[in-house]
């Protein structure tokens, strides 16, 4: 039988059925799409946060300071510290040797010190040696707010970085405590008062041999800081895969505070490689990436150690969402070492 308005019961139901496929089958091409583009966003802002990531690291390691001496890191095997170098270990980091290769690493861990450069420099005011008693240096003293020892902030800076005059030194050492020395009678050649002269403000810091990476004192070199040498605050930073998440953190020796760098999980990604390798180059700005090698190597590497001053940054992520399971994206960033492409001993020419 047909109703008044001339369709069966059958149509309709027909009808209904149809109009229930149709509607699921768009909401599910909408939730697809959907999904499409909240991946697509997702990527993008990794890729974003990776190009940021990278840009902070690689104006970091242009501002790496050459140290010379060099100071001595943790095991013979890991060489000298020069400023800048990789390691085999460290207590906050993840390495790891890549078990298809091994002159690649699948995690690599960076120390690198560098100077703060915003903070203007000061200037010693007398001849400090490191095997003084007290290991007071006196250094000069501008009334501005860029001074690395403002009377209101004059325990921020944990490290400085001494670069002789004539370029013989550049050594960093742990601040213990800066004192603030007002315009007075004081002279801070002697610390004796000279009755009807006034000097100018000036402070006096006192310092301590650095830590290597494991923690443990460097040992006090005999260095003679002659007058006028400039210091510059710096910080010794690390940089890996932490140890207990998949995050790309930093670790600042000097205040032992760790900050996230690049978190995977936000973008439901693994860490799969993190690896920085290295390159030594004759006084040019050219590199090869297929010629760079892995850093740490080994004692009989020492030498080529002291010659890098290009690197690259390789950062692998392995997709976990399960419609794209196992997708790995990579990133590159290479760059030159500016200071130690200046400054490096005569044989890395040869």
């Known amino acids: 039988m047909k109703n008044q308005t001339g369709s069966s019961i059958l149509e309709l139901t027909i009808a209904s059925c149809l109009m229930v496929i149709l509607i699921t089958t768009i909401m599910a091409a909408i939730s697809a799409s959907s999904s499409m583009i909240s991946k697509s966003l997702d990527l993008q802002k990794a890729k974003s946060e990776i190009v940021v990531t990278f840009s902070g690291l690689r104006k970091e390691l242009f501002n790496a300071t050459v140290l010379t001496p060099e100071e001595p890191l943790v095991l013979p095997k890991d060489g000298l510290y020069r400023g800048f170098a990789g ?62 020892f403002q009377p209101s902030n004059i325990d921020l800076i944990k490290e400085v970085t001494v670069l002789d005059i004539d370029g013989a030194y550049r050594s960093r050492f742990l601040v213990t405590s800066a004192i603030h020395k007002p315009a007075s009678d004081v002279d801070p050649y002697t610390l004796l008062p000279v009755p009807g002269v006034t000097f100018p403000a000036w402070t006096q810091l006192y310092l301590k041999t650095p830590n290597n990476a494991a923690g443990s004192p460097v040992p006090a070199l005999n260095q003679n800081f002659v007058s006028h040498s400039l210091v510059y605050p710096s910080r010794t930073r690390v940089y890996c895969v932490d140890t207990n998440s998949n995050k790309i953190i930093q670790y600042d020796e000097t205040s032992d505070v ?29 590199f090869d990436p297929g010629k760079m090698f892995i850093f740490p190597m080994g004692v009989t590497d020492i030498l080529k150690r002291r010659c890098i001053n290009t690197f690259n940054i390789r950062l692998e992520l392995t997709q976990n969402d399960p419609a ?15 200071t130690f492409n200046v400054v490096r001993p005569a044989d890395c020419d040869l």
């Not at 000061?122 to 250094?139: P, Q, S």
Request: net charge positive; charged share 25%.
């Open 87 to 148: 390691l085999h270990s460290h207590p906050k980091c993840r390495y790891e040797v890549d078990p298809n290769d091994s002159t690649r690493e699948k995690y690599s861990i960076l120390r690198v010190t560098t100077f703060l450069r915003k903070t203007q420099p000061e200037e010693l005011l007398k001849i400090w040696n490191i095997t003084d008693t007290v290991n007071d240096m006196r250094i000069s003293y501008h009334n501005g707010p860029s001074y690395m």
């Open 258 to 286: 760790i900050s996230t760098f690049f978190d995977a999980d936000n973008y439901k990604a693994s860490i799969s490689r993190f690896e920085i390798r290295y390159l030594g180059t004759k006084n040019t700005d050219r």
């Open 324 to 338: 794209s399971s196992g997708k790995i994206y990579q990133f590159n960033q290479s760059g030159l070492l500016k």
